[in-house]
């Protein structure tokens, strides 16, 4: 399957950060990528990076509410986020999940939803460092998938981020070993609860993904792409990332 890069620009970027993303749009053009590459800027810039993508990438949403419209102030639906342009979005971040008191249950909602409005979704799992340093982080990430990843998911339209927590923005990684182990089980687990589909959803890593690491960590088996956070942000960087990608596909 072809891998899929996806960037997370988090609460980052006012209207002048949009010249990177016309900076990709422009390589993008030049070299067509042998990955898939999507673009979760913040809600504010999703219509006018939708323009400036101009089909050379796709543009996704950070977040989405379970109910497609009613009293929620503050809050933009996965309907909202297709209307502006949006052809995926990112549920169950880590951050989302510790500073908003996330549920799995509520992800897996919003999972649904992000379906509702044919949207993509990525559903976030990963374990923090206290439960990694206890030994429960396999038990963790299955939890986890049991109560985030509805069992009505189907490969087309899904994706799984693996994102062991305590690695996000902290320039620490796991090693490749502890990686390709999680990949691995996550593919097991998601192969007990879809049964065929499982071989087709995308499994990517999250957590301090940048140009010097990417290739090694894009190389491993069941490792389907990543997840990028703060180098996401300068188009240079990313690019680098995306040729990673290539490099394995």
């Not at 209207?15 to 030049?30: D, F, I, N, S, V």
């Not at 102030?73 to 169950?92: F, N, P, R, W, Y």
Request: charged residues 20%; contains cysteine; negative net charge.
């Amino acid at each position: 399957m072809r891998q899929l890069i996806v960037g997370n620009w988090k609460m980052h970027g006012l209207g002048p950060a949009l010249a990177e993303l016309l900076t990709l749009r422009h390589a993008l053009y030049a070299r067509p990528p042998l990955a898939d590459v999507l673009v979760c800027p913040p809600a504010t810039l999703i219509a006018r990076a939708v323009a400036a993508a101009s089909n050379a990438f796709s543009i996704g949403g950070q977040d989405c509410h379970a109910e497609p419209s009613g009293a929620f102030t503050g809050d933009i639906s996965a309907e909202m986020l297709k209307d502006a342009g949006a052809g995926a979005v990112i549920v169950g971040h880590s951050e989302r999940r510790h500073d908003h008191g996330e549920s799995d249950a509520m992800v897996a909602a919003k999972a649904r939803a992000a379906w509702r409005a044919r949207l993509m979704p990525v559903i976030c799992i990963g374990e923090t460092e206290a439960e990694r340093a206890g030994g429960e982080a396999l038990d963790v990430v299955a939890r986890q998938i049991a109560g985030s990843v509805p069992e009505e998911a189907v490969a087309s339209a899904t994706v799984l981020a693996y994102e062991p927590v305590w690695a996000i923005g902290t320039g620490r990684t796991p090693t490749t070993a502890e990686i390709a182990q999680m990949h691995a089980h996550i593919r097991a687990l998601l192969t007990a609860r879809l049964g065929g589909e499982a071989g087709g959803v995308r499994i990517l890593y999250g957590g301090s993904v940048k140009p010097g690491n990417a290739g090694e960590i894009l190389a491993l088996p069941d490792v389907d792409g990543a997840l990028v956070g703060g180098a996401s942000l300068k188009a240079s960087d990313f690019l680098a990332i995306i040729e990673a990608a290539a490099a394995r596909s």
